[in-house]
């Protein structure tokens, strides 16, 4: 498109990214967040982030991962710690099998290891194998999400702290400025379906994420990231010395983003606890050192929304659905948004708003993730 005016309202990493991306192509950009890019609330807002290229049978988004992972070092290479990502198999013939073959057929390194070399103390009872990506890993979110904000401004980006609603294309203010614009873009996570309920049909659920103290050995790099798909549970060891993250990936309960208590809930904890105890027994009774309520905003079908409003003339756009899974592909997913609003390239149609049906999910749970009890497995 020529040098066009857009609007980008939200700045979490699908936002920021965006602006980034289009202010870098010479577009006039306003970035509009209502608190600050990768705020303690966003979904974007934590220190850690896995990047990995293993998405089961799923091209698309195998393809769209290795590209983001080579922009998110173009962008700042102390930002990926290259630690890998181990996936803990229970099964020969599952998604670990399924995202080997493709891993292979597109060229992307990946090999079986016996686990006991990639954690201090692991129990391997009931895994079939384990599959390490060496060059996926962990990128450091929340500065990952600042960084993009700042380079968005440094390309001419103006960075705009408000509230914004929709009014048909543009975009007010709550100071009462309306912002005109060839598009803009709402790029809003979790507070997406209030703006867009009749359109946009998201489940916010409370996700809570836990960090435990243990000693060197446990430090990543070194201990790598896993995903224990099948148990519904995946981690990384001790990235900056905020302790071993272990999160368990069920859905959680509906969340508020804006009104919700940031408080874990118990069954969470004893999920986390339990699985650490189980596959890590070394660190059975680590001390708690840190929690973190988050939020997914998902889509039925665990695949993003990013599509033209059906109202708007391809002037109002929605990009979102993150779905738990949507970090990583950031900056590579803003650049095939800007080949789609350019009508360069046609949108992605699994990306698109209508319905959508239950489907293998691409974050990381398997399809029947266990109920709270006990992770499955275990
Ligand atoms: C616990 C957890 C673990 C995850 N793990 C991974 C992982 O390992 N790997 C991975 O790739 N992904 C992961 N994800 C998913 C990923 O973090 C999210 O999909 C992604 O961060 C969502 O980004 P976003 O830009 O869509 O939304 P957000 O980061 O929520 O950003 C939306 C922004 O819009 C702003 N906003 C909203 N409404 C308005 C308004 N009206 N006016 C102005 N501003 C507004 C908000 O303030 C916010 O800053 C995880 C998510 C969670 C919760």
């Given at each position: 498109m020529p040098s066009s005016h857009v609007v980008v309202v939200g700045a979490g990493v699908l936002g920021a990214a965006l602006a980034d991306r289009l202010a870098r192509?010479?577009?006039?950009?306003?970035?509009?967040?209502?608190?600050?890019?990768?705020?303690?609330?966003?979904?974007?807002?934590?220190?850690?982030?896995?990047?990995?290229?293993?998405?089961?049978?799923?091209?698309?988004?195998?393809?769209?991962?290795?590209?983001?992972?080579?922009?998110?070092?173009?962008?700042?290479?102390?930002?990926?710690?290259q630690?890998?990502?181990?996936?803990?198999?229970?099964?020969?013939?599952?998604?670990?099998?399924?995202?080997?073959?493709?891993?292979?057929?597109?060229?992307?390194?990946c090999e079986r290891v016996d686990a006991a070399t990639l954690f201090p103390s692991v129990r391997t009872d009931g895994l079939a194998f384990t599959l390490l990506e060496p060059e996926a890993g962990i990128l450091h979110a929340r500065r990952a999400v600042q960084a993009l904000?700042?380079?968005?401004?440094?390309?001419?980006?103006?960075?705009?702290?408000?509230?914004?609603?929709?009014?048909?294309?543009?975009?007010?203010?709550?100071?009462?400025?309306?912002?005109?614009?060839?598009?803009?873009?709402?790029?809003?996570?979790?507070?997406?379906?209030?703006?867009?309920?009749?359109v946009v049909n998201l489940r916010i659920t409370q996700q809570d994420v836990f960090y435990f103290g243990a000693p060197g050995p446990w430090a990543t790099p070194g201990v790598p990231g896993w995903v224990d798909y099948d148990a519904a549970v995946y981690g990384l060891g001790d990235l900056d010395g905020r302790g071993v993250k272990?999160?368990?990936?069920?859905?959680?309960?509906?969340?508020?983003?804006?009104?919700?208590?940031?408080?874990?809930?118990?069954?969470?904890?004893?999920?986390?606890?339990t699985y650490l105890a189980h596959r890590f027994p070394a660190l059975a009774g680590a001390p708690l050192v840190g929690?973190?309520?988050?939020?997914?905003?998902?889509?039925?079908?665990?695949?993003?929304?990013?599509?033209?409003?059906?109202?708007?003339?391809?002037?109002?756009?929605?990009?979102?659905?993150?779905?738990?899974?949507?970090?990583?592909?950031?900056?590579?997913?803003a650049e095939r948004l800007e080949a789609w609003m350019t009508g360069a390239e046609e949108p992605e149609p699994c990306f698109g708003l209508g319905p959508r049906h239950p489907d293998v999910t691409l974050r990381t749970a398997g399809q029947d993730p266990p109920n709270l009890k006990e992770p499955k497995g275990v």
């Amino acid at each position: 498109m020529p040098s066009s005016h857009v609007v980008v309202v939200g700045a979490g990493v699908l936002g920021a990214a965006l602006a980034d991306r289009l202010a870098r192509s010479g577009h006039d950009v306003a970035l509009v967040e209502q608190i600050a890019p990768g705020h303690v609330r966003s979904g974007s807002g934590d220190e850690s982030r896995l990047i990995r290229a293993g998405h089961g049978t799923d091209l698309l988004h195998t393809r769209m991962s290795r590209r983001a992972l080579e922009l998110w070092r173009e962008l700042d290479p102390g930002l990926v710690a290259q630690a890998g990502v181990a996936w803990l198999a229970h099964r020969e013939d599952g998604w670990e099998r399924d995202t080997e073959r493709t891993l292979r057929a597109e060229g992307v390194p990946c090999e079986r290891v016996d686990a006991a070399t990639l954690f201090p103390s692991v129990r391997t009872d009931g895994l079939a194998f384990t599959l390490l990506e060496p060059e996926a890993g962990i990128l450091h979110a929340r500065r990952a999400v600042q960084a993009l904000a700042a380079r968005a401004v440094a390309a001419g980006a103006r960075l705009v702290r408000a509230v914004a609603r929709p009014d048909g294309e543009r975009a007010v203010l709550d100071d009462g400025t309306t912002l005109e614009a060839d598009h803009v873009v709402w790029a809003c996570g979790a507070w997406l379906p209030a703006l867009f309920g009749d359109v946009v049909n998201l489940r916010i659920t409370q996700q809570d994420v836990f960090y435990f103290g243990a000693p060197g050995p446990w430090a990543t790099p070194g201990v790598p990231g896993w995903v224990d798909y099948d148990a519904a549970v995946y981690g990384l060891g001790d990235l900056d010395g905020r302790g071993v993250k272990v999160a368990p990936d069920v859905e959680g309960p509906p969340f508020d983003a804006d009104r919700g208590e940031r408080r874990v809930a118990p069954e969470h904890e004893r999920l986390a606890r339990t699985y650490l105890a189980h596959r890590f027994p070394a660190l059975a009774g680590a001390p708690l050192v840190g929690a973190r309520v988050c939020q997914y905003e998902l889509t039925a079908d665990s695949r993003f929304i990013a599509a033209a409003h059906p109202a708007h003339g391809g002037r109002v756009w929605l990009l979102g659905g993150g779905s738990g899974h949507a970090f990583k592909h950031g900056p590579a997913l803003a650049e095939r948004l800007e080949a789609w609003m350019t009508g360069a390239e046609e949108p992605e149609p699994c990306f698109g708003l209508g319905p959508r049906h239950p489907d293998v999910t691409l974050r990381t749970a398997g399809q029947d993730p266990p109920n709270l009890k006990e992770p499955k497995g275990v």
